[in-house]
């Protein structure tokens, strides 16, 4: 062979591993941007999970209870706990919204779906929703405000936690 074919074949050799490369390496940036949606959506379901442990605590139980069944009867101090507990799931939902917006998550609405009525969908929930959508309607959140009264607005999901307690005693006390 030739000495320029020796350089062609070289050229070509070269040409093959910088394409090699660069699918390495994009292969490489798609697993990290992977990695990194599953550890920001762990974000939210800690916040969810942090939530769930609270509701287990006996008294913070009770005041749920009675933030469903009196709200107007709730303490000062019982209202400060419930407007941390509503807070830190809206601050779940606007991460997930957040993450979504610059293009890390494919969709951001279905946290909010699940998990809306359950929060806001009756009593002292309702009520600080109603009152702090205000505040998100004119910020960057509008569309978490959007998406939560959507969510609240499917009747049977909010009525589902309104009444399941009721349900569940109903169908023990016909046995």
Do not use: C
């Not at 400060?80 to 293009?103: D, F, K, P």
């Not at 609405?109 to 109603?130: C, D, E, H, K, L």
């Amino acid at each position: 062979m030739k000495r320029a074919d020796w350089k062609d074949i070289a050229e070509l050799i070269g040409i093959a591993a910088s394409v090699v490369g660069l699918i390495l390496v994009y292969a490489e940036l798609r697993q990290t941007s992977t990695v990194a949606r599953v550890e920001m959506s762990n974000e939210a379901n800690e916040i969810f999970a942090e939530s769930d442990r609270q509701e287990q605590e006996s008294e913070f139980a009770g005041i749920l209870v009675k933030a469903e069944t009196s709200p107007e009867s709730l303490t000062k101090t019982e209202r400060t706990q419930l407007n941390a507990y509503y807070r830190r799931v809206l601050h779940a939902y606007s991460r997930e919204n957040y993450y979504y917006r610059v293009g890390l998550f494919s969709e951001w609405v279905s946290p909010i779906r699940r998990t809306a009525p359950r929060y806001f969908g009756g009593g002292y929930g309702r009520a600080w929703w109603n009152t702090r959508k205000k505040f998100l309607i004119s910020s960057t959140r509008s569309e978490v405000a959007a998406e939560v009264d959507r969510s609240l607005e499917q009747s049977d999901a909010a009525m589902f936690y309104q009444e399941f307690d009721s349900e569940v005693l109903r169908i023990i006390e016909q046995k």
